[in-house]
């Protein structure tokens, strides 16, 4: 049974920062990309971030371009985003993702597990 944890969320002032970690296990984490996605209220899930088996590959949605990092330890099982100068319109529950593919993916269609997310609001 894959489980995937997500932590760091919690509430930020705009221009803080946030660490999210997503703890996997139950699948070789090592083999497969991961992904964080987000849903604002009333909206719906929108890719955030991926990174590919290795940690060698990412893409980011053009809206956290040059603010977040995504980035992986295979050895301790986890999938980090590192999230700087945070904006409200970043408000939301932010999910981590493992999909069955070794390369980077950013469909939600293309990822298999999902965890139950972690809210981040940023106050103005």
């Known amino acids: 049974q894959v489980q995937l944890v997500e932590s760091g969320g919690g509430l930020v002032q705009a221009g803080g920062s946030l660490r999210l970690s997503c703890a996997a296990s139950g699948r070789t984490f090592s083999s497969y990309a991961m992904g964080w996605f987000r849903q604002a209220p009333g909206k719906e899930r929108e890719f955030v971030a991926t990174?590919?088996?290795?940690?060698?590959?990412?893409y980011y949605a053009d809206s956290v371009k040059g603010r977040f990092t995504i980035s992986r330890d295979n050895a301790k099982n986890t999938v980090y985003l590192q999230m700087n100068s945070l904006k409200p319109e970043d408000t939301a529950v932010y999910y981590c993702?493992?999909?069955?593919?070794?390369?980077?993916?950013?469909?939600?269609?293309?990822?298999?597990?999902w965890g139950q997310g972690t809210q981040v609001t940023v106050s103005s």
């Open positions: 990174i590919n088996w290795s940690g060698g590959s990412t």
């Open positions: 993702a493992t999909s069955p593919y070794s390369d980077i993916v950013s469909s939600p269609r293309l990822f298999d597990y």
